[in-house]
């Protein structure tokens, strides 16, 4: 069973429900339980797929309802939410779909790639918000790390190129008590997807009704790292008031699993903060908009940084003899230096 556009000419795929356990034949049949539970069910009437909803039907009949945006549901009566397919996604990432992590259930809203361009079973990629340190997003092949897009900052994500505003969608970024999600909403009429391909890559795509095809949006993978560059300290840290802080400027910020944060501190009292923990060993904004709010602190190794066309800055712990260095390399006139 799958959900696929109406207006568009030829099948597109966004979601499937029973990916792992095709029928063979044409004795498929979709139900709804009394208990507000979606059932796919073979000939012999044996269960292939169920939506196991627990939320509590009470006394009304419940009622499944496929909206226009895509979101299959199913509700009581009285329109309260028993279960969505907007929670449970597939390769597809749809706009007003919340991707990330349900902090009271558990659960999380991640993309799985398919199999192969015509096999919908779960394949080898997917893409997962990482709640660990300061929420940021991978790509997994497997049980291998191979992207990272880095921290919302406020504009973006730091390892993906930030977009100037457009009148095509919005994109936001929640961080809560009660979830973590990024989601995107469409600011005019078009018709636009995020796909996580069979072979790992990620695209935005857009209808384009004229040629009757999707295009690519914007022509850039979004494999967002290379986990091979990285700072490590020529000399190490003695805590002993003698550091100094760095700033680089245009930076797709390091792996945030071994960090902290804060969204209410200003930048300097996120310098005291880390100045005075002798393990910090770099500082940054959490929001870059409007001169910067919040703090981010890390810790340990300082892993798949690198320059990037943003307007990121970070603040990268040094020994106080290494921080005159780079203020003489910056302020010589001279392009030759030997040390």
Request: hydrophobic share 35%; charged share 25%; aromatic share 12%.
């Amino acid at each position: 069973m799958g959900i696929w556009y109406k207006k568009i000419s030829y099948g597109t795929v966004v979601w499937v429900a029973n990916r792992d356990t095709p029928i063979k034949d044409k004795s498929g049949v979709l139900k709804l339980s009394i208990h507000g539970n979606l059932e796919i069910r073979s000939g012999g009437n044996n269960m292939v797929w169920s939506s196991n909803s627990t939320v509590s039907v009470g006394s009304n009949s419940p009622v499944v309802e496929l909206l226009d945006t895509g979101n299959l549901i199913v509700w009581n009566e009285n329109k309260n939410l028993i279960w969505q397919s907007f929670d449970y996604p597939g390769d597809t990432f749809l706009p007003n779909m919340k991707f990330g992590k349900d902090l009271v259930t558990g659960s999380q809203r991640s993309m799985t790639s398919w199999k192969s361009p015509d096999d919908p079973s779960i394949g080898e990629y997917s893409s997962i918000i990482d709640t660990d340190g300061y929420p940021q997003t991978f790509g997994w092949k497997g049980s291998v790390l191979v992207s990272r897009r880095g921290p919302w900052n406020g504009l973006g994500f730091s390892g993906f190129p930030i977009e100037k505003e457009n009148g095509i969608y919005t994109t936001e970024f929640v961080v809560n008590e009660k979830e973590i999600y990024h989601i995107y909403a469409l600011k005019s009429s078009v018709v636009q997807r995020v796909i996580l391909r069979w072979d790992g890559k990620t695209k935005i795509l857009q209808w384009i009704e004229r040629i009757k095809d999707w295009i690519v949006y914007a022509d850039k993978e979004w494999n967002a790292s290379d986990w091979a560059s990285g700072c490590i300290h020529k000399k190490p840290l003695n805590c002993e008031n003698r550091d100094g802080f760095w700033k680089i400027a245009g930076m797709k910020v390091p792996d945030t699993r071994r960090s902290w944060y804060d969204v209410n501190m200003t930048l300097g009292e996120c310098e005291t903060a880390c100045k005075r923990n002798c393990s910090c060993t770099a500082y940054g904004s959490l929001d870059i908009r409007n001169g910067g709010t919040g703090c981010l602190l890390w810790f340990d190794e300082l892993l798949d940084t690198r320059e990037f066309d943003a307007i990121q800055d970070i603040y990268i712990r040094v020994d106080a003899s290494e921080l005159e260095v780079v203020t003489f390399l910056q302020n010589t006139q001279y392009t030759d230096v030997y040390l």
